[in-house]
């Protein structure tokens, strides 16, 4: 749609943009939940820069891993090609896988709280609606970018700007509606921590809201995968590689959140 | 200024004897004292500071933890705001973050001010946000790298 904005005389991607205004805004409403809930707003800001880093390297090595095989398979054709070292290089610094960065992210924040000995549910049950806000938020520079596009349709949206969506054809504007799925999501988290807060707190389980989320992510996921025109992003046993992802994430999910008091109030 | 019951001189309020005539100045001492007491201004309260460890008066200062991490951030966060904008030195600013976390604190949780952590953290916030801005644009994606490597992919 728009790929660049010319401010100040430079051209800059929306999507980068749109990143950054993600991390600015999410990372803002971790710290304005933890005011109303009396928890430090310091250390929420870095398990948040934690959780972000964390997201960056495990999406970035998330990328490499599934362009390793390719790029493996391939190398005699690509050396016969005369394909520099810096174009491979360049190839496999080129993207994010957004499950690499979901798990990233969870270990980046863990981390933090586990230095520094603080009470993980809490602070996960406080930052856990932030994600589907922050992914809503990215999906709006995916549409502005053109990438993570749809399939064909007739009234759909034509991204005649993008350098990554196919020109001159009508795609449905599926980053759209995953902005909207995922501010769904936000408001579903908000409404079960509200519900949840001030009940009785011996059976109050913090902790869950992060499970739920991934619950209703991997479902709604797996089903606007289907809507994806960019099937170019790898096939894995007759789904998609972000379906197969999906499933796995769901069933864990399901699993823990089913056995939480055994599983992760005694882990952690 | 008070004078000599004896001889009249004029004398500093300090003294306690006439600088002519030698006489002690003892009642007069002892009232006037009262009063210059009585007008002293009240003791100036130190204003609240950070408790900040005693240092022994000899032998080395103990290190202090985290402030090593703590100038780490700092560079690495002015290094970030002047180069960020090339994108590629992402990374600089990204462990600039994380030293300026950890070293801020572990500084404050010993218990000293963590200035300089807070200096290197925001800067070098600021420098990834703008790395970020320009670096991750739409080929974040990956699709427009496979154009490169696509073709010879079967």
């Known amino acids: ?268 | 200024m008070k004078f000599c019951s004896k001889c009249g001189n004029q004398n500093d309020d300090n003294v306690q004897f006439c600088l002519n005539c030698g006489n002690k100045f003892e009642e007069e001492a002892s009232q006037q004292q009262q009063q210059p007491q009585q007008q002293q201004p009240p003791i100036y309260q130190q204003p609240q500071q950070p408790m900040y460890p005693q240092y022994p008066q000899q032998g080395p200062i103990p290190p202090v933890p985290g402030k090593g991490m703590a100038i780490a951030s700092l560079v690495l966060g002015i290094c970030s705001l002047a180069l960020g904008w090339t994108g590629v030195i992402l990374i600089l600013g990204i462990v600039g973050i994380v030293m300026g976390v950890l070293g801020g604190k572990k500084m404050r949780m010993a218990g000293y001010p963590a200035g300089i952590a807070t200096a290197g953290l925001v800067m070098s916030i600021i420098g990834t946000a703008i790395g970020g801005l320009i670096f991750v644009s739409c080929m974040a994606c990956g699709a427009c790298s496979y154009c490169a490597v696509l073709p010879l992919l079967p």
């Open chain 1, 1 to 268: 749609m728009l790929p660049f904005v010319n401010f100040l005389g430079r051209e800059i991607p929306m999507y980068g943009l749109m990143f950054v205004l993600a991390a600015i805004v999410s990372i803002g409403f971790a710290m304005l939940r933890a005011k109303q809930r009396g928890i430090p707003s310091d250390d929420t800001l870095y398990t948040s820069l934690f959780a972000v880093i964390g997201a960056i390297v495990g999406a970035k090595v998330l990328y490499i891993i599934t362009m390793i095989g390719p790029v493996i398979k391939n190398w005699s054709n690509m050396m016969e090609a005369n394909v520099s070292v810096w174009e491979i290089i360049a190839f496999a610094s080129g993207g994010f896988v957004f499950f690499g960065g979901l798990i990233g992210g969870i270990f980046g924040g863990i981390i933090y709280l586990r230095m520094f000995k603080l009470n993980i549910p809490e602070y996960v049950d406080l930052i856990a609606p932030c994600v589907p806000l922050a992914h809503a938020i990215g999906r709006v520079g995916c549409f502005f970018g053109g990438c993570c596009y749809g399939i064909e349709t007739h009234y759909g949206v034509e991204f005649n700007l993008s350098p990554v969506a196919p020109h001159n054809v009508r795609l449905l504007p599926v980053q759209l509606i995953e902005t909207d799925v995922n501010l769904l999501l936000v408001l579903i988290l908000l409404i079960y921590g509200r519900s949840h807060e001030n009940k009785n707190k011996s059976k109050n389980k913090p902790g869950k809201s992060l499970l739920l989320y991934l619950i209703l992510y991997s479902v709604s996921r797996f089903t606007l995968e289907f809507f994806r025109g960019d099937k170019a992003r790898g096939i894995f046993f007759g789904v998609s590689t972000s379906q197969f992802i999906s499933i796995i994430i769901f069933f864990i999910s399901v699993l823990l959140i089913a056995f939480y008091d055994k599983i992760i109030i005694n882990k952690i």
